[in-house]
């Protein structure tokens, strides 16, 4: 490797796995900050006085994101308040540790912190809920009320946006997993650094085109603390499918993940095809495109005992129960 950066002509210690150019540390930190600039100037993210919140895990991602964001928003005067929100699935030694890790970034950033329980919003940790179901589908339950926990805990903390670490990868990921499932209506907003503008609350993607690698580059050079242990229940074996041919794509050709976010971003979808509308759940009042959310079909079948009916897409005769006023359902 040349020993000299591409940018200052000081000594170069790292290789930027995006585009191959060769870079000193420093130098390395101002592009890869000044492309998320770029991205939330583009986008047009921000307002000034606008509440904002970063979905804090405690992983590489969020870290990094909660990190970035207050720099570029001290560097450029965004004239934004910061925030951290987190979710407390309930999973015994995984996010208990990860939640300390929050707590540390919490004092390290100087940011209010406000961390919202499955346990508190639906009666149930993701614990007593894999006891009740197993390890399938768990990411379902999981995801969705992870969504929703999302949401509820901005609106008490009355911000006006989430901000989530989605990186380039993930979003590379999706577009592929979207694409194989013929889900065209995700496949046409999974791109979208904005979504969900049109509900209660919008979310961005500030790191939607930051390399995952380069994403952890930048953690381990700036020390940040971060943690890194893998949930217990993960399985998702479709999007490890869907991650592994990514990063065999990659090793041979690095762009392959702009290139498919790109694809994604500019694939046009036929008028004819029925677009979800956005409604609201009538029984939590929350964000929903169905009569009752699934976040209120998955609890309720969690809640009768049935929870893997409530998933296996069963959602049109829960719909009809709750029409009836078969479905109760905790607030
Ligand atoms: Fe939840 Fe599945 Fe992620 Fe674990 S791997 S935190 S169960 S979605
Ligand atoms: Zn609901």
Request: with cysteine.
């Amino acid at each position: 490797m040349p020993s000299v950066c591409k940018r200052c002509s000081q000594r170069a210690i790292l290789k930027r796995p995006k585009t191959g150019d060769i870079l000193c540390k420093e130098c390395f930190f101002q592009v890869f900050e000044l492309e998320i600039h770029r991205t939330v100037v583009q986008a047009g993210l921000f307002q000034p006085g606008m509440k904002v919140a970063v979905a804090a895990s405690g992983g590489k991602d969020s870290t990094v994101l909660a990190h970035v964001m207050k720099v570029l928003s001290e560097r450029y005067n965004y004239g934004i308040d910061l925030f951290l929100l987190s979710v407390d699935e309930g999973i015994t030694g995984y996010r208990d540790d990860s939640l300390e890790t929050v707590k540390r970034n919490q004092q390290q950033y100087d940011l209010p912190l406000r961390i919202v329980s499955y346990k508190d919003l639906y009666g149930w940790s993701m614990d007593e809920i894999v006891k009740q179901i197993g390890l399938k589908n768990n990411c379902t339950f999981c995801g969705v009320f992870r969504r929703q926990a999302l949401d509820r805990g901005a609106l008490l903390m009355n911000v006006d946006m989430i901000l989530t670490g989605h990186n380039a990868d993930d979003i590379a990921e999706t577009v592929l997993m979207n694409l194989l499932r013929g889900d065209v209506a995700r496949l046409s907003r999974c791109t979208s650094i904005i979504t969900g503008a049109e509900g209660a609350l919008p979310r961005a993607k500030p790191l939607k085109y930051a390399y995952e690698k380069e994403i952890v580059m930048y953690a381990y050079f700036k020390k940040l603390d971060y943690f890194s242990t893998e949930c217990v229940y993960s399985p998702q074996a479709y999007r490890g499918y869907a991650r592994t041919f990514i990063k065999n794509l990659e090793s041979i050709r690095p762009r392959c993940i702009i290139d498919i976010i790109h694809s994604g971003e500019n694939f046009a979808i036929k008028s004819s095809v029925k677009m979800a509308t956005q409604g609201i759940c009538q029984s939590c009042g929350y964000i929903s495109s169905q009569n009752v959310c699934k976040a209120c079909v998955l609890l309720d079948g969690l809640n009768k005992g049935r929870a893997q009916v409530a998933v296996s897409g069963k959602q049109r005769k829960v719909n009809a129960a709750y029409a009836l006023g078969m479905g109760q359902l905790q607030s």
